[in-house]
């Protein structure tokens, strides 16, 4: 049994890295209001090392759609701009000297519709992710089976439960990504 207890915990805490993964990834999808989560893993190139944002300068949201930018080193203002610009999320930085504001534009329908699809995709990739632990882990079962390390029983009953463990998991990841899409056709 306690093989199968820790092949269950590997593969639940690889389903839960899964979702904080997608929930990151859903993070960085725009929608009409701002919110830090858009720009704040953006890798900018610090004197040559890739650094994200959020470990350079304080981002804030001062009104509902608006970010502000506020580097700690005032020389690396034209790199958080150009990554900004580089990033295609549909913003423009202004900058004046001190501050980086970063209007957030209404969306646009199209612009909605493109958004929800690559949301799906993102959704569809944690589903995969998600299945695959379930795989591994139902593999791993079938080879303690044959080593004769547990009984049929043993990895029917594993199974069973890496199946009620997955389900639960892409329900989560699901639930994820009709917020997100909902948030999408709000804004």
């Known amino acids: 049994m306690p093989e199968t207890d820790n092949l269950l915990e590997e593969a639940e805490l690889k389903m839960e890295d899964s979702v904080d993964a997608l929930a990151r990834s859903l993070a960085s999808v725009r929608t009409g209001r701002a919110s ?3 720009i ?16 350079l300068a304080s981002i804030s949201v001062p009104e509902a759609r608006l970010l502000t930018v506020q ?6 203002i034209p790199a958080v701009e150009k990554s900004i610009l ?13 501050l980086i504001r970063i209007p957030i534009p209404p969306l646009t329908d199209e612009r909605r519709r493109d958004l929800a699809k690559l949301v799906s995709r ?7 992710s998600i299945r695959n632990a379930r795989r591994e882990s139902v593999d ?15 990895e029917r009953r594993t199974t069973e439960q890496l199946q009620k463990l997955t389900d639960s998991f892409v329900k989560k990841i699901t639930d994820l990504g009709q917020a997100k899409e909902q948030e999408l ?3």
């Not at 580097?71 to 690396?76: A, E, F, G, N, T």
């Not at 993102?122 to 995969?128: A, C, I, L, Q």
């Not at 791993?140 to 043993?154: G, P, V």
Request: avoid cysteine; proline fraction near 6%; charge should be negative.
């Open 36 to 38: 830090p989560g858009l």
């Open 71 to 76: 580097p700690w080193d005032k020389r690396s």
């Open 86 to 98: 580089q990033a295609d999320l549909g913003l423009n930085p202004a900058s004046d000297g001190e």
């Open 122 to 128: 993102r959704v569809e990739e944690g589903r995969v």
């Open 140 to 154: 791993q079962a079938r080879s303690l089976k044959k080593a004769k390390e547990i009984s049929e029983d043993e």
């Open 40 to 55: 704040e893993h953006l890798q900018i190139d610090y004197y040559g090392t890739s650094v994200p944002l959020n470990q």
């Open 185 to 187: 056709m709000e804004s």
